[in-house]
């Protein structure tokens, strides 16, 4: 079974430019998250879907941060305009309602 | 609040040995537990779960025990090999929640040969 796959795998860029993401969830998972790991901490949900709609972005930093999954499967996170704070991994992750979630390998993103 | 992760931020053990990695938790709301495991440049690997209304469940190689007394998780790995060098997290999911799990900080393990 294929995993969830991510790209690009690392990006620079300086901040004020603009950033994207782009997920692929294991087939047939529903819910589809975003999640953000700084250096030396646990993951923190950033978004999470059901299908195309938006479950949880609580902790989405909106000013900046945006997230679209318009067919219910593959998802862009996207963050216009980038400040040095963003420099993290940014990881996804997919499950079936309430089953366990199953990571990608992440987005290191360093922002200069 | 959301307080998961009370830990020991790393452990050295002898290849061969038992390794124990201990999580705290603080929401009593919490039903569902998880150990994921995380090598460097590789995002969280699941290893084994469980519910809130068990102790402990088995894997390979791998338990977790669940005391809801006094909030606290832990994973133990039997006969600890260099494959198992990594960071470790616990994660909590609040009952009746979106699925959101909350990860503590992580214990970084380390397998001496």
């Known amino acids: 079974e294929a995993g969830v796959a991510q790209s690009p795998r690392y990006k620079i860029i300086e901040k004020r430019q603009s950033v994207a993401f782009w997920c692929n969830p294991i087939s047939g998972h529903a819910t589809l998250y975003w999640y953000q790991q700084i250096l030396g901490q646990g993951p923190k949900l950033l978004i999470q879907?059901?299908?195309?709609?938006?479950?949880?972005d609580s902790q989405l930093p909106k000013d900046r941060f945006s997230a679209e999954r318009l067919k219910g499967v593959d998802s862009t996170l996207k963050i216009q305009p980038a400040k040095l704070e963003d420099s993290a991994v940014y990881l996804c992750?997919?499950?079936?309602?309430?089953?366990?979630?199953?990571f990608g390998p992440g987005t290191r993103l360093l922002v200069l | 609040g959301e307080n998961v992760g009370l830990h020991l931020p790393t452990l050295s053990v002898q290849e061969g040995d038992n390794s124990i990695i201990n999580c705290a938790y603080s929401?009593?709301?919490?039903?569902?537990f998880i150990w994921y495991k995380q090598e460097s440049g590789k995002g969280p690997q699941f290893i084994i779960d469980?519910?809130?209304?068990?102790d402990k469940r088995q894997g390979q190689r791998v338990t977790v025990l669940l005391n809801k007394t006094v909030k606290h998780l832990s994973l133990q790995i039997a006969a600890t090999q260099p494959g198992d060098s990594a960071v470790y997290f616990c994660a909590e999911k609040i009952q009746g929640g979106s699925e959101k799990l909350v990860f503590g900080k992580g214990t970084k393990l380390t397998v001496n040969p």
């Open positions: 992750a997919s499950g079936g309602v309430g089953e366990t979630q199953y």
């Open positions: 929401n009593s709301a919490s039903d569902y």
């Open positions: 879907f059901q299908n195309n709609g938006v479950v949880d």
């Open positions: 469980i519910r809130s209304n068990m």
